[in-house]
T-cell receptor, first 114, second 115 residues
């Protein structure tokens, strides 16, 4: 299983930026870096993904290190609704041993204070 | 567009009974995955379909679990007979077939409680 390392928990105040780090030193050349989050009592929700270049979407930004061994999910202005467990996941191609499945670790529990 | 739908949302059954969980993926998504979270543990992969074919069922706990995907559309996961340790939340996800850069869409999950 492709491994990632994330802090167990982080805290932020509402409307402040949040930087969630992830280390993935054993990433392979074909692995995409995915971020998902899970709000209480809901299924995991896709946030963003990237391969080599930084990515932006309406939810967040993903900053990928040049050597791809680490990445950072950036929430530009945290809201109370962003309180969730955030998972950094390496996803391989839909062929071969990994077959595109997701390996969830324990993730980072983000607490947002009003 | 409808998302991934799972039925039922909750199920409470007695040990030894049979339960069938259903997942309706997003239309056109050939990939369908089942995952499970047991209380206090991480979300774990169970199995993967591409259309109607099982690509990988290495995560299935034992032969009491049987998954099917009729005609490459909806999927069912049957537990027979259910044991106490089968309690947990079962998630289904679907995605397009790609190179790993495709987004997976998850259902809300089925919370199974075996008593």
């Amino acid at each position: 299983d492709a491994k990632t390392t994330q802090p167990n928990s982080m805290e932020s105040n509402e409307e402040e930026p949040v930087h969630l780090p992830c280390n993935h030193s054993t990433i392979s050349g074909t692995d995409y870096i995915h971020w998902y989050r899970q709000l209480p009592s809901q299924g995991p929700e896709y946030v963003i993904h990237g391969l080599t270049s930084n990515v932006n979407n309406r939810m967040a930004s993903l900053a990928i290190a040049e050597d791809r061994k680490s990445s950072t999910l950036i929430l530009h202005r945290a809201t109370l609704r962003d309180a969730a467990v955030y998972y950094c996941i390496l996803r391989g191609p839909d062929r071969g041993s990994t077959l595109g499945r997701l390996y969830f670790g324990r993730g980072t529990q983000l607490t947002v204070w009003p | 567009e409808a998302g991934v739908t799972q039925f039922p949302s909750h199920s409470v059954i007695e040990k030894g009974q049979t339960v069938t969980l259903r997942c309706d993926p997003i239309s056109g998504h050939d990939n369908l995955y089942w995952y499970r979270r047991v209380m206090g543990k991480e979300i774990k992969f169970l199995l993967h379909f591409v259309k109607e074919s099982k690509q990988d069922e290495s995560g299935m706990p034992n032969n009491r679990f049987l998954a099917e995907r009729t005609g490459g559309t909806y999927s069912t996961l049957k537990v027979q007979p259910a044991e106490l340790e089968d309690s947990g939340v079962y998630f289904c996800a679907s995605s397009l077939v790609g190179q790993g850069g495709t987004e997976a869409f998850f259902g809300q999950g089925t919370r199974l409680t075996v008593v």
